[in-house]
Structures are given as structure tokens and as C-alpha cells.
């Protein structure tokens, strides 16, 4: 009986360190590598016209461009994009560009970002930065945040909500494995 356990004790032992049981591989630096299935990693970027409006101090309209690219996978997709669009409220005359980044961990989850941009009336101006909190499915996005100005003469809005539509103009999709790059579609 003593022979059994110690036969077993040591094949255990010898499968152990000759790394039989180890799930990853090693390369020839020693380093440890994944396995090639989680190497696979497949990727889309869009880019397209951004419109929305905007509710705040006073109604806005927006016109812009946005370029987003996701990270599909079916475990915390991630989303991130860029967008820069011109603001035009019709009833104050108060014109301004703005810039943002967003992104979303998840499916359904709040987006997280930032807007930085500027505002004029054209007999002044100012400068915004502020922190954006919002909440996008099927090309629509609204947003909520602040904007912290230089110049409180401007009719800009401190405080705002937003809806965005998301018109895409180029979309790809591709994976990549290692360092090989492969387009799966495009339009």
C-alpha cells in the first residue's frame, strides 16, 4: 500500500514540474504566453455624423463627427470614442465647438467621458472643460454633465443634457491574432 502512494505521490510530483498540468506555454525567453484561442481578439471601428440637441440654459443644436472602435468580446465589451461638433443655439445666438471622449465597460452600463470646448456670442467668449455622464444603445446617446467656464458673460450651458444620434459613414471589423491583422467586413 505504501508502494501505491508513494508511485502516485511522485508522478504527481514529476507531472508538475515538468509543467504537464500548466495551463499556459512557455516561449524560448521563458516568458509565459496564452493560449492561441484567447489570442483571437476581434475589433470594429466606425466613424460617421454625429447629430443631437442639447438642453440646458438655452436649446442647442449639434453637428458633428465622431470616430468610435470596439473591443468585442462576450465579456465586458469595451467601447471608447472621440467626437468634435459645432453647437448653434438659434434664440441666444451663441455659437460653439466642443470636443469629448467617452467610453463604456459593458453592455448596458453608463458611459464615462469628457467635453472640452469653446463659446462665443461674438461680443465674447469663454472657454468649457467638464466631466460627462451618460447612457447609449442603438446609435443613441444621452448624455448629462456640466461645464465649467472661463467667461460666465456667455450664454452657454453650465448645465445640459443631451441626445445624439450616431449616423456611421465607415464601419470595419477586423481581429487580430498575434500580430497578424485580418479584415472581416467593411462598408
Known amino acids: 500500500m505504501h508502494k501505491k502512494w508513494s508511485l502516485l505521490g511522485l508522478c504527481l510530483l514529476m507531472s508538475l514540474t515538468c509543467l504537464a498540468q500548466w495551463p499556459f506555454k512557455k516561449d524560448e525567453d521563458g516568458k509565459e504566453q496564452k493560449d492561441k484561442k484567447e489570442k483571437l481578439k476581434v475589433y470594429q471601428s466606425s466613424r460617421g455624423y454625429l447629430i443631437g440637441y442639447e438642453r440646458g440654459r438655452s436649446d442647442m443644436i449639434q453637428l458633428g463627427y465622431q470616430y468610435n472602435w470596439k473591443k468585442i468580446r462576450l465579456k465586458e465589451p469595451v467601447i471608447r470614442a472621440v467626437e468634435g461638433y459645432a453647437e448653434l ?73 443631451s441626445i445624439n444620434f450616431f449616423i456611421p459613414r465607415h464601419s470595419r471589423m477586423y481581429s487580430k491574432k498575434g500580430d497578424k491583422e485580418r479584415t472581416l467586413f467593411k462598408f
Open 89 to 161: 443655439s438659434p434664440f441666444t445666438g451663441v455659437y460653439g465647438l466642443q470636443g469629448g471622449y467617452w467610453q463604456r465597460h459593458g453592455r448596458l452600463k453608463l458611459t464615462y467621458g469628457g467635453r472640452i470646448g469653446a463659446f462665443t456670442d461674438f461680443s465674447a467668449s469663454t472657454l468649457s472643460i467638464g466631466p460627462a455622464l451618460g447612457f447609449r444603445i442603438l446609435g443613441f446617446h444621452a448624455q448629462g454633465g456640466f461645464n465649467l467656464l472661463s467667461n460666465s458673460d456667455v450664454q452657454a450651458n453650465r448645465l445640459y443634457a
